[in-house]
């Protein structure tokens, strides 16, 4: 049994329990991409890092018909057969392309379903083992009709745990769980805002593809191809018009969008190869996103940070989720170490070194008093490393301070992380 809080505590926990939705983790956005910049296959999957700019190499690549791919529910391998009209093309990870892809950080998955292929599918990003949901349809329209308006481009992951799907045409909104026994329910057609007049959620001139991503209160905005901004709210299923994004070039469509660490969108397309771009939520307006080495066209991108609604927007960031040393060097680390999950609801707090120097670290967790809980030395000589500290079920329920210090016990990064 956990250990009673004093008041004091309790107001704290209160008051990181009502922010720490706010709070934006990830520096990094899944992108699918064709293998060459002037590709335009949308077959394989890269990593962006959205500080630097840079592309990883290739993660997956999803055409290859002969990777070994596991049913969702048992796990065992799967033995596909060729369709008797399509072949092996519905058995490759993202045969006939991927639109619509959405981050499940709760469980490190990519979840997505490719365009013409009535299935949805998830990539596990700790094994890069490929899972396909083979109890159920998605649409249950079939595999490779003719209705664009059928086809799901836009996905994402709300903050209630559960995934959503939009079809191009909005008549399709499908909610689908992300835990050991997948369920998809099909929840009806979007409604026009009669406030949105003639641009209709409906209207495939202005309103088909692009992408979706979701606010920490549950909302989703849809940004169509044709650069369209609306609103939805799941439980009226209500479309509402929000206007347009000023300053893109005329040819750019979006069709990839997600939330960056600063709480702007980055948006990209899949037919310009002018570059993404930062996009502000107040008046959606753009401006030029820098890549390291110019950018790869992307169909869709996908990570958990949620847009900040405006019913929370007075919440001060400082106050969720933020390294305490404000020196530049400091700011530096804050980009290359990260922490989660926050607030901690298992028994394991994750720290991840984002391309941090080799060397020797020590990770120390300190409640607010400043007594040191745990220390854990650590040897970091991998991109990416990820160390995890195990949290007893006799530790209180409170804030702690997660520390990183270097060998010769200087701090490096600091970040307050809430165990419930």
């Keep these: 049994m956990r250990k009673v809080l004093p008041t004091f505590f309790s107001t704290t926990a209160f008051l990181f329990i009502s922010t720490i939705s706010q709070a934006q983790k990830d520096r990094f956005a899944y992108a699918i991409t064709d293998a060459s ?10 990593r962006l890092d959205l500080f630097s700019g840079q592309y990883s190499n290739i993660l997956l690549n999803g055409k290859d018909e002969k990777l070994a791919v596991y049913d969702a529910v048992s796990k065992k391998q799967l033995n596909l057969k060729p369709d008797a009209k399509y ?11 991927v639109a619509a892809a959405a981050y499940d950080r709760k469980h490190n998955r990519l979840y997505y379903t490719p365009m013409f292929i009535d299935q949805l599918r998830y990539i596990d990003l700790k094994t890069m083992k490929v899972h396909y949901v083979t109890t159920e349809a998605f649409t249950s ?36 769980s992300t835990g050991k026994k997948p369920n998809i329910k099909t929840l009806g057609s979007l409604v026009d805002d009669p406030a949105n007049k003639s641009l209709s959620i409906h209207n495939s001139c202005t309103s088909y593809g692009g992408d979706m991503i979701a606010d920490d209160e549950g909302n989703f905005y849809i940004i169509s191809a044709r ?15 929000l206007g347009s994004i000023k300053n893109l070039p005329a040819k750019f469509t979006v069709n990839g969008a997600v939330v960056d660490a600063e709480g702007s969108l980055l948006v990209s397309s899949a037919v310009d190869a002018t570059g993404y771009f930062i996009v502000n939520p107040k008046d959606w307006s753009a401006s030029p996103y820098a890549a390291a080495d110019g950018i790869f066209r992307s169909s869709d991108l996908a990570n958990s940070n949620y847009l900040r609604s405006k019913r929370n927007s007075s919440i001060k960031p400082e106050l969720v989720n933020v390294p305490l040393t404000r020196v530049a060097t400091a700011n530096r680390w804050e980009r290359l170490i990260s922490v989660y999950p926050n607030p901690v609801t298992n028994d394991n707090i994750t720290i991840q070194f984002n391309k941090v120097p080799d060397g020797d670290y020590i990770i120390e967790l300190t409640d607010v008093l400043g007594r040191t809980v ?23 329920r409170g804030t702690y301070l997660v520390k990183v210090v270097d060998k010769d016990k200087k701090s490096m990064f600091t970040q307050k992380v809430l165990v419930q």
Excluded: C
């Design 37 to 46: 910049k002037d590709g335009s296959g949308w077959n394989v999957l890269r």
């Design 87 to 97: 072949g092996n093309t519905v058995n490759a990870p993202f045969g006939t392309g």
């Design 141 to 176: 329209f079939g595999n490779m009709h003719n209705d664009g308006g059928k086809i799901i481009t836009r996905m994402v992951i709300a903050p209630d745990g559960d995934g959503y799907a939009i079809s191009n045409d909005g008549k399709t909104f499908i909610r689908f």
């Design 227 to 241: 650069n369209h901004v609306f609103k939805v709210t799941k439980e009226t299923m209500v479309a509402t018009y």
């Design 374 to 396: 745990l220390q854990k030395r650590v040897t970091v000589n991998m991109e990416d490393q990820v160390q995890t500290l195990p949290v007893s079920r006799s530790y209180a």
